[in-house]
């Protein structure tokens, strides 16, 4: 029994995550999976949600959430994603709470698959490592978009052209804001061009939103997802509160899906289909707290302000980080680190030398050349440059 599974092949963040903590070294560093820490090198527990946890805290007794989540938390999310109130949204938008943004692309997947008998998606190259396995498990043909330049700017033309020649209703994965793995994302007038295409094309826009809030601000990182929805096209977007709420292992997510004269009632009962057989209903602590604090006017303000702090400490990190490289390389080309966006900063580091930052300096850098801005801080910023200059670290 059990006796032809496949090796177990690590997934390249979490196996590295795992590899840090078992890491007996004390002058390690984690710049590897996306988690912020603040300058002292802690997941921060933000004071909104804090006053959140002690609001709730006990009040309840533990039951079932509904299939679809806390009624309170899809609305909030909802306008949060879409900007705008309920009341003019729940027409055309349904929301449902999911366990994280992971489990929001998979149940929007499922969903997609269900209503097609050969589902396409098309996706940015680079993306996030596990976003091929999630839609390839739903059952789609995976094919992928260009993404970067070899200057290290977006790939508007190579996205462009790709999308023209894909086939009507072909799913598209894009990143609103903060490009998980390299940074980069388009330009406003860029956005707007892919929206042309997508529609021309009348292709489907899946957003992946992790990191609303990183960017620029919570408005105009969801900006083209709104303007996507000011176009009345239809679009899915999956969010997670992982990050901007600093909820990491609470697993709290959404999902939406965006339709004018969207029959609500049906696709909201599809998704309650594919959430029952698949984990039955989401997990109750996580959401409560997300909802407590974007439902309190004065919890909300409190964690707009926690939210714009940890944008701007990684902001400064990009800002000390080039400085303190342009001292040791005077003559290369480091304005990418400032001119990217959100937790990652794509560095072009070669294999052998993330191996070497691994073994020689413990830094930990995900095999891409991924590097995780929010890991670094005044106490271990030295340490992080000295280990890229000694590796022989050249960028682009
Ligand atoms: C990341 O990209 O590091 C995060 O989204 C965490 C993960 O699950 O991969």
Known sequence: MFKNLPDYVEDPILGLFDAYRADVR???????????????????????????????????????????????????VRELVF??????????????????????????AE?????????????????????????????????????CTPDGRFDIDGALAT????????????????HNPTGIDPSREEWGRLLDAIAQRALL?????AYQGFAEGLDDDAWAVRECARREMPCLVASSYSKNFSLYGERVGALSIHAPGLEVAKVLGQLKVIVRRSY?????????????????????????????????????????????????LPDADLSFLTRQRGMFSYSGLSG??????????GVYVVSSGRICIAGINASNIAQVCEALVETGFKPR
């Open 26 to 76: 004390t002058r390690k560093v984690n710049l590897g999976i996306g988690i912020y820490c603040d300058e002292d090198g802690r997941v921060p527990v933000l004071a909104s949600v804090r006053a959140a946890r002690e609001r709730i805290d006990g009040t309840e007794p533990c039951i079932y959430l509904p299939t679809e989540g806390l009624p309170g938390y899809r609305n909030a």
């Open 352 to 361: 052998a030398q993330i191996e070497r930052l691994r073994s020689r300096h």
């Open 83 to 108: 900007g705008g109130a309920t009341t003019d949204l729940q027409e055309r938008v349904v929301t449902i709470q999911t366990a994280g943004g992971t489990g929001a692309l998979r149940i929007g």
């Open 280 to 328: 039955s209903c989401p997990p109750a602590q996580g959401a409560m707290l997300v909802a407590t604090v974007l439902q309190d006017v004065q919890l909300h303000a409190q964690w707009r302000a926690e939210l714009d702090g940890m944008r701007l400490r990684m902001l400064g990190v990009r800002a000390s980080l080039h400085a303190l490289l342009t001292r040791e």
């Open 205 to 209: 826009p899946f957003f992946d939103m």
């Open 163 to 178: 999308f023209k020649a894909l086939p009507a209703g072909t799913v598209v994965l894009l990143h609103p804001c903060c």
């Open 111 to 147: 969903f997609l698959a269900s209503t097609n008998t050969k589902p396409q998606i098309c996706m940015p190259d680079p993306t996030w490592v596990n976003h091929q396995a999630i839609f390839q498990a739903a059952g789609f043909e995976v094919s992928h978009y260009p993404y």
